[in-house]
């Protein structure tokens, strides 16, 4: 059964403490993904990987920093929390790159910045 | 500049009736379309999807339409159950670098009502 572990569901940080989101997927996958949810928005790509040590930016990559040492774990890592990034953080991944390809999600962290 | 747009933000259908979810899209580049659904508390996962090439797509109660010519798509479910009541979310693929990227609309609620 395909699935994508996130580390915490529930985080509270500081304004300006350096925040680490964790994900690991057991699918062998080579592609994975951040997206952040926001009411009125709708997922929003943060940054994606298409292989170890490889890291691409999405629509809205600016806060936020990857990365991905090995092939089934891939870290989002917000450098200084600010209040504007209190969001639903989703994870996913997928096994090809093709238009057709199916993302599976990770239950999500909600993230309170304070 | 949202390029997929999911115009009504809920949806209240009474169960066993047709639920229809719309979503317009901007971007002509577009060549593959999924809708994928989302319960509280958990990631999303994947409906049904659509290539560019057809214009429908039928699997059990949930069928897709797409009519390119107006950039539109829409998701039917016939009849509603009770346990579709979730947020569902439009996505469109567009070719990005060695890969294909998700474009998610903001999502529609749809309450099923027994």
């Known amino acids: 059964d395909v699935k994508v572990t996130q580390s915490s569901r529930y985080l509270v940080k500081r304004t300006g403490e350096k925040v680490f989101l964790e994900c690991v997927q057991d699918?062998?996958?080579?592609?994975m993904f951040w997206y952040r949810q926001d009411p009125g928005l709708g997922l929003r790509l943060i940054y994606f990987s298409y292989d170890v040590k490889m890291k691409e930016k999405g629509d809205i990559p600016e806060g936020y920093s990857v990365s991905r040492e090995k092939k089934e774990r891939f870290s989002l890592i917000l450098e200084s929390a600010s209040t504007n990034q209190t969001s639903m953080y989703l994870c996913?991944?997928?096994f090809g790159t093709g238009a057709q390809e199916t993302q599976y999600f990770g239950p999500g962290t909600r993230l309170l910045v304070l | 500049d949202q390029q997929v747009k999911q115009n009504s933000p809920s949806l209240s259908v009474q169960e066993g009736r047709i639920s229809i979810l719309n979503c317009d899209y901007t971007n002509s580049m577009f060549d593959y379309f999924l809708w994928y659904k989302k319960y509280p508390a958990e990631g999303p996962t994947f409906l049904i999807s659509?290539?560019?090439?057809?214009d429908k797509n039928e699997d059990g109660r949930f069928t897709v339409f797409l009519n390119k010519s107006a950039k539109h798509l829409s998701l039917h479910i016939v009849p509603s159950q009770p346990g579709d009541s979730a947020v569902y979310f439009c996505?469109?693929?567009?070719?990005?670098?060695?890969?294909?990227?998700?474009?998610f609309g903001a999502g529609t609620i749809l309450r099923v009502k027994s």
């Open positions: 996505a469109a693929s567009a070719l990005m670098g060695d890969g294909n990227k998700l474009v």
């Open positions: 699918m062998d996958h080579e592609n």
């Open positions: 659509i290539s560019s090439i057809k």
């Open positions: 996913a991944s997928s």
